[in-house]
């Protein structure tokens, strides 16, 4: 069974700095990953989608990684600001006949201080 | 607007009184889920649909039950429902019929069950 982790569960940081959230799954025959951000009483919105035949997507200040052979992810964010500040959740779709089924993290929150 | 609804949006029901939540969504996507949302536990599949008329379990069926008779609408029924069921729930819909894509979410159903 597919197993997403999300390290650290909270984080930290000064509006400016760059940082990384990870996210780590377990069976790495996956078709896609995708990076979500979620606002406090609100739903995801999709952030980055990386396919399993690519390295990495960028969108803005945001470039997200995806290394399919050691079963992890990364999102980048640059120059962090206070409205960066949400949940960000990693999900996985199986490269199989359970091609609907999705796996989530349990997400990072972030919080940048101004 | 290219969206996805869910009503009602606060639900305040007691225990075995029949309920059922709307989703819909106006992008003409093939596959759509919903998943339970609870604290300490993530984001967990409850049920998806690749199409009309085609429904499979997620991680967490039990006491649901989901039907698809149109494109557009994915409704969950709970027939009696319990205090467990208490949650955040959210309607997802994306492109591709054997594989989705990026995923849409749905504001959320937050739920009471006395």
């Known amino acids: 069974k597919q197993e997403v982790t999300q390290i650290p569960a909270a984080l930290s940081v000064p509006e400016g700095e760059n940082l990384v959230l990870n996210c780590s799954f377990t069976d790495s025959a996956i078709y896609n990953l995708q990076w979500f951000r979620q606002d406090p009483g609100k739903g995801l919105t999709s952030l980055l989608l990386i396919q399993s035949s690519q390295r990495e997507q960028t969108s803005g200040r945001l470039n997200a990684s995806l290394d399919k052979s050691s079963g992890r992810s990364t999102l980048y964010i640059a120059a962090s600001q206070p409205g960066d500040s949400a949940t960000y959740l990693c999900?996985?779709?199986?490269?199989?006949?359970?091609?609907?089924?999705?796996?989530f993290g349990d997400g990072t929150t972030l919080t940048v201080k101004p | 607007e290219a969206q996805v609804t869910q009503n009602p949006r606060y639900l305040i029901t007691v225990t075995g009184k029949k309920l059922t939540v709307t989703c819909s969504q106006n992008m003409n996507h093939e596959y759509m889920s919903w998943y339970r949302q609870d604290p300490g536990l993530g984001l967990r599949q409850i049920y998806y649909s690749m199409n009309v008329e085609v429904t499979d379990k997620g991680d967490v069926p039990e006491g649901y039950k989901v039907s698809r008779k149109e494109k557009r609408n994915f409704p969950l029924i709970l027939e009696s429902p319990s205090p467990n069921q208490t949650s955040l729930y959210f309607c997802a819909s994306s492109f591709g019929g054997h594989q989705k894509e990026t995923q849409y979410f749905g504001p959320g159903t937050r739920l009471l069950v006395l």
């Open positions: 999900a996985v779709s199986p490269r199989n006949t359970n091609a609907g089924k999705s796996t």
